[in-house]
């Protein structure tokens, strides 16, 4: 079976402090991507990051970063220097290898930035 | 860049009409897909459609649910006599033949009253 647990409900940091969402994946594929969207309060997904399960370099995109972890099943991101802009739902997502298989998704993080 | 665009962002019906979401793909993608979010909840997969068919669906896509390509750039959800579950946002999104190019568009916001 395929899941993706994002354990954190929902986190409250204040503005510039770093913040890391968890992640942790289950399959049985040897082949799959994983994902991040970001969620604003307009509702639309935000596409942030894809990552092959043969590619366990850890990435670095600006203030985003992601650390791939196999042997642990994990795809955690970090948003160093939080802004209030980065508030939002996060979802982290696998799907199978296939370029036309679904998406799975994670239940979310809420991430609160306070002023 | 290439967008998923969906008609209309926000539709209202009462309990127990029929609705149609449009969503136009992008050209040159040939798998189209349909997810839904429940206010609060994850995003969850309906329908996938290649090749003019279904490929797979969830055990959400029911019969109350259809889906069409009716034209060359169109590709449409049909919802039967709407339920007041039925209120979500519905996703539609797309990928390319030849490489992984996933895209959703912005959504519909779908509320029964």
């Known amino acids: 079976a395929q899941k993706v647990t994002q354990a954190q409900t929902e986190i409250s940091v204040v503005e510039k402090e770093d913040v890391t969402l968890d992640c942790v994946y289950e399959?049985?594929?040897?082949?799959?991507?994983l994902f991040w969207y970001k969620q604003p309060p307009s509702g639309e997904l935000v596409f942030l990051i894809r990552?092959?399960?043969?590619?366990?370099q850890n990435e670095i995109s600006g203030r985003y970063s992601w650390n791939f972890q196999k042997s642990t099943s994990s795809f955690n991101f970090t948003i160093t220097a939080s802004q209030v802009v980065d508030s939002a739902v996060y979802f982290c997502a696998l799907s199978p290898g296939n370029r036309d298989d679904k998406i799975i998704f994670g239940k979310g993080t809420r991430l609160h930035i306070l002023p | 860049e290439p967008e998923v665009t969906q008609t209309p962002s926000h539709q209202v019906t009462q309990m127990g009409q029929e609705v149609i979401l449009r969503c136009v793909p992008i050209?040159?993608?040939?798998?189209f897909y349909w997810y839904r979010q429940i206010l609060g909840q994850k995003v969850e997969f309906l329908v996938s459609?290649?090749?003019?068919?279904?490929?797979?669906k969830s055990e959400i896509f029911d019969d109350q649910f259809s889906v069409e390509r009716p034209d060359g750039s169109n590709f449409t959800l049909k919802i039967r006599s709407t339920k007041l579950e039925d209120s979500a946002m519905y996703f539609c999104?797309?990928?390319?033949?030849?490489?992984?190019?996933?895209?959703f568009g912005s959504g519909t916001r779908l509320t029964v009253v």
């Open positions: 990552r092959n399960s043969f590619d366990e």
């Open positions: 459609f290649y090749n003019n068919e279904i490929s797979e």
């Open positions: 399959t049985r594929d040897t082949t799959y991507y």
């Open positions: 050209s040159n993608h040939l798998y």
């Open positions: 999104a797309s990928s390319p033949p030849q490489s992984y190019g996933y895209t």
